[in-house]
């Protein structure tokens, strides 16, 4: 007798021979064939409690392992929650694949249950959405998610799998399997002429900078550009925060970047982040190149800067800057160098020394001051810092090369459940999440996630009873008599860590911190280390 798969069994399989074993989900009706194809199968199916920390969690699996993190929600409620998630994923250029349920094709434009035009509603937020419409091929159909995800500037992919394609079995023989050749795309490379013809416009700039798209920032991006500044003598940054040139990670950023005759984009799209290259952020004829993995970003910045942008080729960002390194000849100008290392590494002196001025609260820089030894204690740590006021101290003070951050997204709440993900994928060494007290609101149910499969890391809740990113907003656009709406109750989010079965710290005192820190690591637990603080604006860095 012929063997039968359903489309769920295809769907597994297919997952398993990617070597695609961690699954980051939420049940419900129309995905539970596929809970049910990975009993016996090498799948390890992390079960979260809302859909878009499913998503949280494969953008930090993506992030860190560079292979696609996978998710699967429901169809229809199940899709929607997960879908506002993605724009981080996006933003950040992650590989990632969201599989959602949907409802039975042959309901569709019936009100079918849970019916939604899914395909349409994540189109906007990934590099490719479409439903799968055939039980034989829906291995492909995940293959070519895959692919798509992990080529040329990778990013979220969403695949619909209806139920009557899940459901279904069909004959062995009918079934068309993805080859390893399906799930990969050939990375597009940057040829030697156009290597070399861009080190000549770098060799006859006085002062060049090299932009690095999000995709790099990671270890082995951080490390391609350590190699590119030293191998050429040029200075790189990555450009992976919303707020642009006051960056709080990048010093005097601004300060390079008005002064640089040539900017290299390596992959990094010129849009907000970079003022779209206008003056005064950069020079009026600053010259431009931009080496991108879309030609239609490279057209763009082409309507922006017009015959200032010099070269553009399509290239993918790793491979680009391997080339760039390895037909390297001449070193740039060391002074610019290393002015503009000093630029990027410049905090205010009164980071080091500022203290509290309020009884039972602590600054924000005594808390990253406290941390940052217990961060660099060990070298595969791994740090999540998430949006607001109170991580953007934390974003100029820490500094490793396995640091994610909201990015160009500019979304808060996703750290949470990020950590749990990085734990899925770092078994040992220390993981820390680094929110304020607003943000702790959206995900703090992952903590359940966490003990529950035994994912711990340490939250670092800066608690200053306000959103006081936006209460700052207020002060500054429409004055100090017309804050409104912004402030939250100081909250014991310690004891939701405890409640849930974790381990929680409540700090009042600088001198309380580091022992709270070394027993929240020692308790094995995930742990929230609730800090009173005081609401300091960000650590803007302006001369
Ligand atoms: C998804 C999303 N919603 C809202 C915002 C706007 N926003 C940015 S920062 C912020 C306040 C964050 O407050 P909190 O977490 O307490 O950090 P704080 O700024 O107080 O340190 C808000 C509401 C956003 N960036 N993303
Ligand atoms: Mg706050």
Redesign the pocket.
């Known amino acids: 007798m012929t063997q039968t798969l359903r489309g769920a069994d295809i769907v597994i399989k297919t997952l398993e021979r990617a070597g695609l074993t961690q699954i980051y989900t939420l049940s419900g009706n129309h995905i539970m064939s596929l809970f049910d194809a990975a009993i016996d199968s090498k799948l390890q199916l992390f079960h979260v409690r809302h859909e878009a920390a499913t998503v949280h969690m494969a953008d930090a699996h993506g992030r860190l392992t560079r292979n696609p993190g996978i998710a699967w929600v429901t169809g229809g409620p199940g899709h929607a929650n997960a879908v506002?998630a993605l724009f981080t994923a996006l933003g950040q250029e992650t590989p990632m694949v969201l599989l959602s349920g949907h409802t039975e094709t042959d309901q569709l434009g019936k009100g079918g249950f849970q019916e939604l035009k899914q395909v349409e509603m994540a189109a906007p937020v990934t590099k490719a959405s479409w439903m799968a419409t055939d039980t034989r091929t829906v291995g492909m159909e995940v293959a070519k998610a895959v692919r798509i995800a992990t080529s040329g500037r990778p990013g979220p992919v969403h695949l619909s799998l209806p139920s009557d394609i899940l459901d279904p079995s069909v004959p062995e023989p009918e079934i068309v399997w993805p080859t390893e050749a399906d799930f990969k795309a050939a990375p597009v490379g940057l040829s030697d002429p156009a290597a070399d013809a861009v080190l000549s416009l770098i060799a006859a700039a006085k002062r060049p900078l090299i932009i690095g798209a999000p995709v790099l920032a990671n270890r082995p991006g951080r490390d391609l550009l350590a190699r590119l500044e030293n191998s050429l003598g040029v200075p790189t940054v990555i450009s992976e925060g919303?707020r642009s040139f006051n960056d709080a990670t990048l010093g005097r950023y601004f300060d390079v970047a008005r002064q640089a005759d040539l900017v290299v984009l390596l992959g990094k799209a010129l849009d907000f982040t970079l003022k779209f290259g206008e003056a005064p952020w950069f020079q009026a004829d600053c010259k431009f190149i931009s080496l991108d993995p879309d030609g239609a970003l490279i057209d763009r910045a082409v309507q922006f800067k017009g015959a200032n942008l010099v070269f553009g080729t399509v290239a993918d960002t790793y491979p680009a800057g391997e080339t760039l390194i390895s037909r390297a000849r001449t070193k740039g100008d060391t002074a610019w160098l290393s002015d503009a290392r000093a630029a990027f590494a410049d905090r205010p002196a009164s980071m080091a020394t500022v203290v509290s001025k309020t009884e039972g609260k602590l600054h924000?820089a005594e808390v990253f001051r406290t941390l940052s030894p217990y961060v660099t204690a060990h070298k595969d740590s791994v740090v999540i810092l998430?949006?607001?006021?109170?991580?953007?101290?934390g974003q100029a003070m820490l500094t490793n090369d396995r640091r994610m951050i909201?990015g160009v997204?500019?979304?808060?709440?996703g750290s949470l459940p990020m950590a749990t993900g990085a734990r899925t994928v770092e078994p040992a060494a220390p993981v820390f999440a680094v929110?304020?007290?607003?943000?702790?609101?959206?995900h703090m149910s992952e903590l359940e996630t966490a003990v529950r499969l035994n994912l711990p890391f340490v939250a670092i809740v800066?608690?200053?009873?306000?959103?006081?990113?936006?209460?700052?907003i207020q002060v500054r656009d429409y004055g100090p008599n017309r804050t409104f709406g912004?402030e939250?109750n100081q909250t014991r989010y310690d004891l939701v860590a405890t409640a849930l079965g974790g381990h929680g710290e409540v700090v009042e005192k600088a001198a309380d911190l580091a022992p709270a820190i070394e027993r929240a690591l020692a308790s094995g637990k995930p742990a929230v280390v609730n800090v009173m603080?005081e609401?300091i604006p960000?650590p803007v860095i302006r001369r």
Request: charged letters at 15%; glycine letters at 22%; hydrophobic letters at 35%.
């Open positions: 506002g919303p924000p998430d949006g607001g006021e109170f991580a953007q101290w909201n997204a500019g979304s808060i709440g929110l304020g007290d607003g943000t702790f609101g959206f800066g608690c200053d009873a306000r959103w006081a990113a936006e209460y700052n912004c939250l603080i609401s960000s």
